[in-house]
């Protein structure tokens, strides 16, 4: 089985900054792609960030010059680093792997469990 388990979110004033972390553990094969997503209440999940495992990344346009996705590889951890933080980055942030696992099996969406990050005064 596979694990992906988020640290890092919490309580932060509108201009702070937060570092999530998320780390995948488990028999794994392969990481494909990382990324976080995010759900602020009463709305629908959204994509904030992907990393390949090349490292080429891609943003969503509200997070763009103010998040800064990254991973290491010979952790099995993605990163997320959110600076400028606002009001409306508040919202339940899950990160997802694409994970392969060997055996002839196809790769494999797994995902965290989230972690709550709140920007206020």
């Known amino acids: 089985q596979v694990q992906l388990v988020e640290s890092g979110g919490g309580l932060v004033q509108p201009g702070g900054s937060l570092r999530l972390s998320c780390a995948a553990s488990g028999t794994i094969f392969s990481i494909n792609s990382m990324g976080w997503y995010r759900q602020a209440p009463g709305k629908g999940r959204v994509l904030v960030a992907t990393?390949?495992?090349?490292?080429?990344?891609n943003y969503a346009d509200s997070v763009k010059g103010r998040f800064t996705i990254s991973r290491d590889n010979a952790k099995n951890t993605v990163y997320l680093q959110m600076n400028s933080l606002k009001p409306e980055d508040t919202a339940v942030y899950s990160c997802?792997?694409?994970?392969?696992?060997?055996?002839?099996?196809?790769?494999?969406?797994?995902w965290g469990q989230g972690t709550q990050v709140t920007v206020s005064s």
């Open positions: 990393i390949t495992s090349g490292g080429s990344t």
């Open positions: 997802t792997a694409n994970i392969g696992r060997g055996w002839g099996l196809p790769p494999y969406d797994y």
